[in-house]
């Protein structure tokens, strides 16, 4: 019966819980365990344009998208062991005729548990991976545009695996490193036979400054048992400077090498980027980010691509966020101009 009581409580609760709490509802208190119920929403109204080398228009979209919708619960055992589930909406790239184009897929599942306090933390399931979610959460701007090596698709936010993670000589180190299936959490059933290893060691001398490197080496999950891979092997570093919720200022440097199989000259990218956002007046702000990227090749198959995004916010209350804005990317190969996409109009972010 009390159980039962629990149960109703629970549900109600979350029935009538606000969605203007950031960070989460608590739904279930008893004593040391603890249930947590969030949501995020990436909602926007665009004008979207493609264009080919010529300039000619490919493509032209007017319209409103859901681009990611997460639904998270977290259950603490107690104060060191804690598990996670997250779910994530967002549209299918490839549809039978007729088919929807919503998918509903797992973006975390794993358990957590604190071995030797903030020193020692064990991740095991599919969870972050050590950098994306880190930068995103000194960007701030993800319902917007992603981090520079998630939008040139060298790294996957999310991935099946183990890690060991924590903070160090009172945080003024923090480490994370992961052994991965590889491929990403859009292909957690990958059968590589071997695993990729990915890790981040970050500095914090002084308030409010941050310097991170990552290391990240493997097969992407592709690696089979008859069916060798090429190996990349990433490396990025990144500093920062911002002051709590007022500003922040970035600058990052990545090298992704791709070793062929059966040997011969690596393939090389190499990318950079600086970006940076700020409070102004009242509820407002104001953000902007731009990346390059390119390739090693012969200078007629050289590729470059741009990405750019700017814009002003507004907070009309916790939770939420209004934005006004632009993103585009840029192509060239051998020099000249290889098409151009871009956005232009309202985006959102809803959380609770």
Same mark, same amino acid.
């Given at each position: 019966?009390?159980?039962?009581? *629990?149960?109703?409580? %629970? ?47 490919? %493509? ?7 681009? =990611?919708?997460?639904?998270? %619960? ?9 598990? =996670? ?10 549809? #039978? ?12 599942? $794993? ?22 979610? $880190? ?5 701030? /701007? ?7 090596? @998630? ?13 060991? *993670? ?14 991965? +299936?590889?491929?990403?959490?859009? /292909?957690?059933? =990958? ?7 990915n890790s981040r060691i970050g500095f914090y ?10 290391? =990240? ?5 592709? #690696? ?7 190996? #990349? ?13 007022? &500003?922040?200022?970035?600058? +990052? $440097? ?18 950079? !980027?600086?970006? !940076? ?5 009242? @509820? &407002? ?9 390119? @390739?090693? %090749? ?5 590729? *470059?691509?741009? /990405? ?18 632009? @993103? ?23 959380? &609770?």
């Amino acid at each position: 019966m009390k159980a039962t009581i *629990k149960t109703i409580a %629970a549900l109600a609760t979350l029935a009538f819980a606000t969605p203007a709490i950031a960070g989460g509802v608590s739904v279930f208190d008893d004593g040391e365990s603890k249930l947590k119920i969030g949501g995020k929403v990436f909602a926007d109204v665009t004008s979207y344009k493609a264009t080919d080398g010529a300039g000619a228009t490919t %493509a032209k979209i007017n319209a409103a998208r859901i681009e =990611r919708a997460y639904l998270t %619960a977290k259950y603490s055992f107690n104060k060191d062991w804690m598990m =996670r589930i997250t779910t994530d909406v967002t549209l299918a790239k490839d549809l #039978n005729a007729g088919g929807k184009n919503n998918n509903i897929f797992l973006k975390y599942a $794993y358990l957590e548990g604190k071995l030797i306090g903030k020193a020692a933390v064990l991740r095991l399931g599919q969870s972050h991976t050590p950098w994306i979610d $880190y930068e995103q959460g000194l960007w701030k /701007h993800r319902y917007m545009s992603k981090v520079m090596t @998630d939008t040139f698709k060298y790294d996957a936010s999310s991935d099946v695996g183990i890690g060991l *993670k924590g903070e160090l000589a009172d945080g003024m180190v923090g480490y994370w490193a992961t052994l991965t +299936n590889g491929a990403g959490y859009s /292909h957690i059933d =990958r059968t590589g036979n071997k695993m990729d290893f990915n890790s981040r060691i970050g500095f914090y001398p002084i308030e409010g400054l941050t310097l991170d490197f990552q290391y =990240r080496t493997g097969y992407l999950g592709k #690696n089979q048992f008859n069916a060798a891979a090429a190996k #990349n092997t990433l490396y990025q570093v990144m500093a920062t400077y911002g002051m709590g919720k007022d &500003f922040r200022i970035g600058a +990052n $440097y990545a090298a992704n090498d791709v070793s062929p199989v059966g040997g011969g000259a690596k393939i090389k990218n190499k990318m950079y !980027g600086v970006w !940076g956002w700020a409070k102004i007046a009242g @509820d &407002f702000g104001a953000f902007g980010r731009f990346e390059s990227n390119k @390739d090693n %090749a012969a200078a007629a198959t050289k590729k *470059k691509d741009d /990405h750019y995004s700017v814009g002003v916010e507004y907070f009309p209350v916790k939770g939420v966020t209004l934005a006004l804005g632009y @993103d585009a990317t840029k192509s060239t190969l051998g020099g000249a101009s290889n098409g151009k996409t871009s956005r232009i109009g309202l985006w959102s972010e809803t959380k &609770f």
